[in-house]
């Protein structure tokens, strides 16, 4: 199976599903993020990639969502949105967690290694060698 994907380009990175349980504030430093945010690229905005998995387009705006979502998904058993949310110490719960809203079809074991390596392969083809926390998005269909 060809891993399918794509990118856009949307006002701000914050769009992605797994951007505000990723990237987390630094104190006492307004816009400062860890891992760093993703860069806005000039008349563009943020690139964002979309991978399609079956019916279910998966959206990420950095290399650290991609990390952080096959870290989280080849964990055996798989962590509850609670476990996870908690990490995250804010007034948002487990039912706005990104892994409580990702469709139940693939979080089943077999399915979640399939998808497992479809993103590791998508990300070592879209990470810019040579700044590993950016895609490199000009080499690959824009949608």
């Known amino acids: 199976m060809s891993p399918v994907f794509h990118f856009s380009f949307e006002s701000h990175w914050r769009s992605a599903p797994l951007a505000y349980w990723v990237h987390l504030p630094v104190a006492g430093q307004p816009d400062s993020f860890l891992p760093a945010a993703p860069p806005c690229i000039l008349h563009r905005g943020y690139a964002v990639l979309h991978v399609e998995f079956e019916q279910f387009d998966l959206v990420f705006s950095a290399p650290a969502q991609l990390d952080h979502f096959i870290a989280v998904l080849s964990t055996k058993p798989l962590p509850t949105s609670g476990q996870l949310s908690a990490l995250r110490k804010a007034p948002i719960g487990p039912n706005g967690?990104?892994?409580?809203?990702?469709?139940?079809?693939?979080?089943?074991?077999?399915?979640?290694?399939?998808?497992?390596?479809?993103?590791?392969?998508?990300?070592?083809l879209v990470v810019d060698k040579e700044k590993p926390d950016r895609f490199d998005w000009k080499n690959h269909d824009i949608a």
């Open 97 to 124: 967690h990104w892994l409580s809203r990702l469709p139940a079809a693939l979080k089943a074991p077999r399915k979640r290694g399939r998808l497992v390596r479809l993103i590791s392969e998508i990300r070592s």
